[in-house]
């Protein structure tokens, strides 16, 4: 599965709500199948991934978004020593971010210019 670094987060705080009720069912169904496959190997790349493909913001494969959500895929990358195409389970990855960001005040720091920033603020990160 190819991820964007910021969706490491958001997925983590996802609590069934979306852009949309296609984006919202998709999110969905990703975040399910990588809590009961916790090794699901997940690669970092720029642009649209696998879960922006039902995303309202994403036409053809570009997003209209791209300059906000390129500075959190480069924060959440700085942070947690990651790199675009790197490689590693789910369960990997998750837990750097969860160490390095959602535990600590960086997430407030990375995540607050988003739109789901009050929701997620509020969310409790499962370890399942």
């Given at each position: 599965?190819?991820?964007?670094?910021?969706?490491?987060?958001?997925?983590?705080?996802?609590?069934?709500?979306?852009?949309?009720?296609?984006?919202?069912?998709?999110?969905?169904?990703?975040?399910?199948?990588?809590?009961?496959?916790?090794?699901?190997?997940?690669?970092?790349?720029?642009?649209?991934?696998?879960?922006?493909?039902?995303?309202?913001?994403?036409?053809?494969?570009?997003?209209?978004?791209?300059?906000?959500?390129?500075?959190?895929?480069?924060?959440?990358?700085?942070?947690?020593?990651?790199?675009?195409?790197?490689?590693?389970?789910?369960?990997?990855?998750?837990?750097?971010?969860?160490?390095?960001i959602l535990s600590s005040e960086t997430f407030h720091h990375i995540?607050?210019?988003?739109?789901?920033?009050?929701?997620?603020?509020?969310?409790?990160?499962?370890?399942?």
């Open positions: 599965m190819n991820l964007r670094p910021h969706h490491l987060l958001c997925i983590q705080k996802f609590t069934g709500h979306g852009y949309s009720p296609e984006f919202t069912a998709h999110m969905t169904a990703v975040a399910a199948r990588l809590r009961k496959m916790p090794e699901t190997r997940i690669t970092l790349t720029k642009g649209c991934d696998d879960l922006c493909r039902k995303c309202p913001h994403s036409s053809s494969g570009i997003c209209s978004s791209l300059d906000k959500t390129a500075a959190l895929d480069a924060a959440v990358q700085k942070t947690c020593g990651l790199s675009l195409g790197d490689s590693d389970s789910w369960a990997a990855l998750a837990e750097n971010v969860r160490e390095k995540c607050r210019s988003c739109q789901w920033y009050e929701l997620c603020r509020n969310t409790e990160v499962s370890h399942d």
